[in-house]
């Protein structure tokens, strides 16, 4: 099972998204628009290859991987969609314009991904590795497992 996005909620995401990047200074080209605007549509995990070629059809023209990857690595710098190290897929990020770290639910059987905002575990983690001399670059928390639809029953 995906999550899916409606419509009035994927344009108003996009819009706070254009808002956050004239805020910031930051070009929110056409391509990197679409990008985000394909994964707002259908928003589980997604391979940069698996938007690359949906962008293709949409677009009815060839693209090259280094635009699809400068769009994702962009989108990624912006906060408006987060990397699963494990898969290498992209996903959206469903708390953008304000900063935090992601912890996933990761289905094993369907793909489905859910995000947790939860400061709490991020804090806990951070702390653990600065008690350790560790700086944290990209905190990535994923557990896999199975969903509620996928589980076996007890």
Do not use: W
């Not at 985000?36 to 293709?56: H, I, K, Q, V, W």
């Not at 059987?109 to 951070?126: F, K, M």
């Amino acid at each position: 099972m995906k999550a899916t996005t409606d419509s009035h909620s994927a344009e108003a995401t996009l819009e706070q998204a254009d808002a956050l990047c004239r805020k910031r200074g930051a070009r929110f080209t056409p391509m990197r628009r679409e990008v985000f605007e394909l994964m707002l549509a259908e928003p589980g995990p997604r391979s940069a290859y698996d938007l690359m070629a949906t962008l293709e059809t949409r677009l009815n023209r060839r693209l090259a991987p280094p635009t699809v990857y400068r769009a994702l690595d962009f989108l990624m710098a912006q906060g408006f969609i987060h990397r699963l190290e494990s898969t290498h897929a992209y996903l959206p990020c469903m708390h953008i314009g304000h900063a935090h770290h992601g912890v996933y639910l990761v289905c094993e059987r369907c793909g489905q991904t859910v995000e947790l905002d939860d400061h709490t575990i991020a804090t806990r983690l951070e702390q653990g590795a600065e008690a350790h001399g560790f700086k944290v670059s990209r905190p990535v928390v994923e557990l896999h497992g199975h969903c509620g639809e996928c589980r076996d029953p007890a």
